[in-house]
């Protein structure tokens, strides 16, 4: 009874969340251009499942994922501070500096999602932070010392690996929104202690017997 017990809570804290996936894979949030219109962040499904982003929202910056919205093993979603331009004259804006500069995003001009927010982030002192539809913290990114004082190669903050604030300056100035620099090792699926226990479980038995 006691090793099935055992089994059981093993089970529980093995068990991995589809969402635990998701990471952000890349963020600027410190561009060395006159205001903030190039800032982005982006989140990338390193697991095996699509994830349901519904009601998925972001502190620090303002946006919430749509009802439908959803986010396919291996795919990136970028969420932009200013997406065009075509409300002011700033050709800083992330389809003017990514895309073709023509200030409206045309069907097919990029290979991924990309989606417009509101609200600028801080340089130093902020905490951006991806949530799921219950409030919880999928994945966070502290904009406090990464690029020091000052930006002025234009490198963004890459995810090095799905270790919990694993990120490093990025090597590319401007960032590489749609895609990722570092490879990332894809989190395991929810699993059962049970598999991993059976081999103990004939151990125990071959020592009693």
């Known amino acids: 009874m006691k090793l099935a017990w055992m089994l059981g809570v093993g089970s529980v804290g ?17 561009p060395p251009t006159n205001g903030q219109d190039t800032e982005f962040v982006e ?8 994830v349901d982003l519904a009601e998925w929202s972001w502190s620090g910056i303002g946006f919430t994922f749509p009802t439908g919205a959803s986010l396919a093993p291996g795919g990136v979603w970028v969420v932009a501070l200013e997406l065009t331009d075509t409300t002011d ?16 995003v045309d069907v097919g001009e990029f290979a991924y999602p990309v989606v417009d927010a509101t609200g600028g ?13 219950t409030g919880a913290t999928v ?46 090792v894809a989190l395991p699926e929810p699993t059962s202690l049970l598999l991993v226990a059976t081999p103990l479980l004939a151990l125990i038995r071959r020592r009693h017997s």
């Open 14 to 30: 093995f068990a991995v969340s589809a969402h635990a996936a998701v990471v952000i894979s890349e963020i600027n949030y410190m």
């Open 43 to 50: 989140i990338f499904n390193t697991g095996a499942a699509v």
């Open 89 to 104: 004259t700033n050709v800083e804006s992330f389809e003017h500096f990514y895309g073709n500069g023509n200030g409206v």
């Open 121 to 133: 982030m801080v340089d130093g002192g902020e905490v951006i932070a991806l949530l799921d539809g």
């Open 139 to 184: 994945d966070s990114f502290d904009t406090i010392g990464l690029l020091g004082s000052s930006n002025t190669a234009g490198l963004t903050a890459e995810r090095h690996s799905p270790a919990t604030g694993d990120f490093v300056p990025g090597t590319v100035a401007g960032g590489t929104p749609g895609s990722t620099e570092f490879a990332l």
